[in-house]
């Protein structure tokens, strides 16, 4: 789909919506418009929308472009489409669900840059499906040093049994996913990333650090674990920024962040949205199995057990 023009109607799997403002220029310094971002979904819609699936996303806008003010949506509005899905998992809220292609090029079309999610799905708010880690790098660190501690954890998972995928934040960072599946709680989850973030600080103090106050983070890496609290969401693969340049947080392998690493190239870990769609067709989704692989939170000093 390349919607062209100021705004028209098109149907998409049996929905017909009509999207608007077309030609505005949403990310002035690239010259991207509000067109391309609608095409952009639409045709990453295919790998985005499972990982979207079952759970309550949280909407953040930039109506005006990125140059100007957003804001975060988490009330699904009232004008959202009849027929699109809907629930309340948190405090009463009632969010936007995007199950499907119309729903997530409706949300494109709201100007919906960035779409956030929880680890867990909406048909069982208790039990996250993953765990996940933000590594966020602090003044005077890159990414680099991000790839550094996230193939250090990479490995501790390792010896823990568990596999793990990475993406890019689509801005500075990294971001670690741990697919579970299992009977797990965000009470588990959030320990244990604790845990795990606490160990690699204590292995290099002057480089990892797990406390929340930036002015301690000057050249190290804050490995944020409090991403899996049941309130907390994570942007989603795939999701573009509202950066200056149309970034996407890009499910990347583990020998490309080495690869990174080695070559000293943080470019290399850096995607706009028409890299990503060439990537998809050359390597497909290498984020799927942080939605297929089961696996059991081990008790720490043991080892986990995967189920293919």
Not at 161 to 180: C, Y
Request: proline share 7%; glycine share 6%.
């Amino acid at each position: 789909m390349s919607p062209k023009g100021q705004s028209g109607q098109v149907a998409i799997e049996g929905r017909r919506l009509r999207l608007s403002n077309l030609d505005k220029v949403l990310y002035p310094q690239a010259g991207f418009t509000k067109a391309q971002i609608v095409d952009y979904y639409a045709r990453v819609g295919e790998v985005m929308v499972p990982h979207l699936a079952d759970r309550p996303v949280t909407l953040v806008r930039w109506p005006d472009g990125v140059d100007s003010q957003s804001f975060f949506e988490k009330r699904c509005p009232s004008h959202a489409p009849a027929w699109m899905r809907s629930a309340a998992v948190i405090d009463d809220l009632n969010q936007c669900v995007l199950d499907d292609l119309p729903s997530l090029v409706w949300a494109a079309n709201m100007a919906a840059l960035e779409l956030h999610t929880p680890q867990a799905r909406v048909s069982r708010p208790d039990r996250p499906d993953s765990m996940v880690f933000d590594l966020d790098p602090g003044p005077g660190s890159s990414v680099l040093d991000c790839c550094r501690v996230g193939l250090d954890l990479h490995g501790v998972l390792a010896e823990l049994g568990l596999e793990s995928v990475a993406k890019t934040s689509g801005s500075k960072g990294i971001h670690l996913a741990v697919p579970l599946h299992t009977e797990v709680t965000d009470d588990d989850t959030k320990g244990f990333a604790l845990a795990l973030g606490q160990l690699l600080a204590n292995r290099e103090p002057d480089r990892v650090t797990v406390v929340m106050r930036k002015d301690l983070r000057k050249e190290k890496v804050f490995v944020d674990w409090s991403q899996n609290d049941r309130h907390k969401t994570t942007v989603c693969a795939y999701s573009m920024r509202g950066k200056e340049r149309p970034m996407v947080s890009t499910p990347v392998t583990w020998d490309e962040v080495s690869d990174a690493l080695d070559g000293k190239d943080p470019d290399a870990l850096t995607f706009e949205a028409p890299d990503v769609l060439d990537r998809i067709g050359q390597v497909g989704d290498v984020y799927l199995p942080n939605l297929e692989l089961e696996q059991e939170l081990p008790a720490l000093g043991t080892q986990g057990r995967s189920r293919a």
